[in-house]
């Protein structure tokens, strides 16, 4: 998909061009023959039109655009890495909550928040303990495994082994190719939208950022593999995400159940077997968030009145509200209007 996606031009138009130097008149940090043993992951752009200065027309559009395109570089070089690209769930907090230890006398020594970055010996963790590995130490203190996972989950802010790996890797990785927490992803939502909503151009540079920021939208549905509500307020490229996002989904349905049937290993100790379920009835679970109706219908009750036995004594409710002795009257007298 990012290879058949429209590409207004293959250097950034943005500063002049000097012989030898990078795009933006700067000169590369790494030799030329080292840059071409890196791996190079594919780059969208926009087109751009002339501005004037600052508080020209199209200024503000251009700030758009640009933001959108360092954004989705970082997404298609954390892709290009290996790496999640994106975690809209996760914010800074969170990520401060993984890497940053409190203060010592912050929390008591028998709290989970405290044991969570602190060992037995009050010696600080090099990293804090994941959700799994707090609910284990709890299952050897003699809780169950429920109620272990509950108090982990509701009683600290720890997070899960995955998120938790995923945030400290996005710590230590070069700007680059940093992958989006929260805040970075709806940047590059909101300036998706703002390359969407061309200002009065030229039909070419309407047609190609409009069908860019189209194949953008259906770009990143495709790598999310949790399901994601729409994050776009514009119909069509919310449309567009929800679409590639769901069929996303139900490919990675299909490949577990492929795997599941090809790979003899899988299937061979119950444990396994019941983790490769677990993992599709997961992937199943995302595809009907996903398949869901993103507002629930409303519920329109009847004013018909209900008689019910309530405390030893035959109440009648309409709407759900008791009607007492003189919505008794009123309901005998058939004067109760019904919905």
Not at 56 to 82: K, N, P
Not at 231 to 257: D, G, K, N, W, Y
Not at 291 to 310: I, Q, S
């Amino acid at each position: 998909m990012v290879n058949r996606l429209p590409t207004a031009h293959r250097a950034p138009p943005i500063g002049r061009r000097i012989v030898g130097q990078g795009c933006h008149g700067e000169t590369p940090a790494v030799p030329p023959r080292t840059q071409a043993t890196l791996p190079r992951s594919p780059r969208i752009r926009f087109v751009y039109v002339p501005a004037l200065d600052s508080s020209d027309r199209h200024a503000s559009y251009h700030r758009h655009l640009v933001a959108a395109e360092v954004l989705l570089d970082r997404v298609l070089a954390a892709r290009a890495a290996g790496l999640r690209p994106m975690a809209p769930a996760l914010d800074y907090a969170a990520e401060a909550r993984a890497t940053v230890p409190p203060p010592r006398g912050l929390f008591h020594a028998s709290t989970l928040e405290h044991r969570r970055w602190y060992d037995r010996a009050g010696k600080v963790r090099t990293q804090p303990l994941s959700r799994e590995a707090l609910a284990a130490e709890l299952v050897a203190e003699g809780l169950s495994a429920e109620h272990a996972r509950d108090r982990a989950c509701h009683r600290s802010h720890a997070l899960s082994g995955a998120d938790q790996t995923w945030l400290i890797e996005r710590r230590h990785t070069p700007l680059d190719r940093r992958p989006l927490n929260q805040a970075e992803f709806h940047a590059l939502i909101a300036a998706v939208e703002g390359a969407y909503r061309t200002p009065a151009l030229a039909g070419h540079a309407i047609h190609a950022n409009r069908q860019i920021a189209l194949r953008v939208a259906e770009l990143l549905g495709s790598l999310l593999d949790e399901f994601v509500a729409s994050p776009f307020a514009e119909p069509v490229l919310s449309e567009a995400f929800s679409a590639r996002h769901l069929s996303h989904l139900r490919q990675t349905i299909m490949a577990s159940r492929q795997a599941s049937a090809s790979d003899a290993r899988v299937l061979a100790g119950p444990r396994a077997w019941f983790a490769a379920k677990a993992a599709r009835m997961r992937a199943e679970h995302q595809v009907g968030l996903a398949a869901a109706p993103a507002v629930a219908p409303p519920m329109h009750l009847a004013g018909r009145p209900v008689v019910t036995m309530l405390g030893g004594k035959l109440r009648t409710f309409v709407n759900g509200w008791s009607c007492g002795r003189l919505g008794s009257s009123i309901v005998a007298a058939g004067q109760v209007r019904v919905a």
